[in-house]
């Protein structure tokens, strides 16, 4: 599998440092235009382009992997298509359902698939709680809380993250984790509610609490950006009829009505060193395993399909600022 990573910022060298433990993938050349993206192109010892025509005219590419910045994700995924690779671009895959759309499209058209990195999919804990709601063991989920806290994200003051039109901002860049997750478990919510708050200098908000209605089943979640040293928090509780699902810090565990307590396996076996301010894990290299194996089959992603890509789209543009 010849893989083309096209952005080499944060997750361009997350995919690159898990692509050297897939075996049968390889990254052939690369796709940057700074003297940051030539000195670790060096560094890694692959040929970089300008742009992703003069790679795939020069390198036999069978997987195009954008890593690039958001807003530039639609027109690097058509370029694709246009040049007929299967294409990976990380999430989110757009900041709106007509760009998605017409993504999806242009893969159709040229025979190939469109993969979207929603990372959260292929984590061991999301395995715990999908495998919990599908097996029906504590029975039907009545209410689930996802939480997603950081401080503020310093390090790019002033970028592109920090720009509505480029990044959708907080919503699209770290709620969309757990909106993504409460799709592939629930469906598309019927109803959508939310509160905003932050500090009147800054140019967006810092903080969102979001209510998902369902039929019988009520989800809420809570994302932020917080002016606060705080550290990152990432945790969810689902109640059921007959039990509970919690994951926090110290891991997941059920505990059933009868008392019974299951503590769940989600010791990474292999971690992967992620080369930015991620420890290693095994997230990634499950991931790009999974979309690697797909292009090689030219089969669509069963753990992100389209649907679900589509249904987190259309629900984030619903939520104004």
């Not at 694709?80 to 993504?103: G, I, N, Y």
């Not at 396996?265 to 420890?279: F, R």
């Not at 990634?284 to 992603?301: M, N, V, Y």
């Not at 890509?309 to 104004?320: H, P, S, T």
């Amino acid at each position: 599998m010849n893989i083309a990573l096209v952005g080499l910022g944060g997750m361009g060298t997350v995919h690159y440092m898990n692509y050297q433990h897939i075996p049968g993938a390889n990254v052939v050349a690369v796709v940057g235009t700074t003297e940051a993206d030539r000195a670790k192109a060096g560094a890694w010892g692959v040929p970089i382009y300008p742009t992703l025509t003069e790679l795939c005219g020069a390198q036999a590419v069978d997987l195009v992997d954008i890593c690039a910045p958001t807003y530039l994700h639609r027109q690097l995924a058509l370029e694709s298509f246009a040049l007929s690779k299967h294409t990976l671009t990380e999430k989110p895959v757009a900041l709106r359902l007509c760009d998605a759309e017409a993504m999806y499209d242009a893969a159709d058209r040229a025979g190939k698939q469109l993969y979207v990195g929603q990372v959260l999919q292929f984590t061991l804990e999301t395995e715990a709680l999908r495998t919990v709601v599908r097996d029906g063991r504590y029975g039907k989920p009545l209410d689930g809380c996802f939480e997603r806290l950081t401080a503020a994200p310093r390090w790019t003051q002033g970028s592109w993250l920090f720009d509505r039109s480029r990044s959708g901002l907080l919503p699209f860049d770290l709620h969309i984790h757990d909106l993504d997750l409460i799709v592939s478990l629930f469906g598309k919510p019927e109803t959508v509610a939310y509160t905003a708050t932050g500090n009147a200098d800054k140019p967006y908000r810092e903080q969102y609490r979001f209510q998902y209605g369902y039929p019988g089943l009520t989800v809420c979640a809570e994302a932020a950006w917080f002016n606060a040293a705080i550290p990152f928090t990432a945790r969810w509780r689902v109640y059921f009829e007959r039990g509970m699902l919690i994951q926090d810090e110290a891991g997941v565990r059920g505990y059933a009505a009868d008392g019974e307590i299951t503590a769940f396996d989600t010791e990474e076996p292999v971690k992967i060193p992620t080369g930015i301010n991620l420890p290693p894990t095994g997230w990634f290299l499950r991931e790009l395993t999974h979309f690697t194996q797909c292009a090689a089959q030219g089969k669509p992603s069963e753990r992100v399909p389209r649907e679900q890509v589509l249904a987190v789209l259309e629900v984030l543009q619903r939520i104004g600022d």
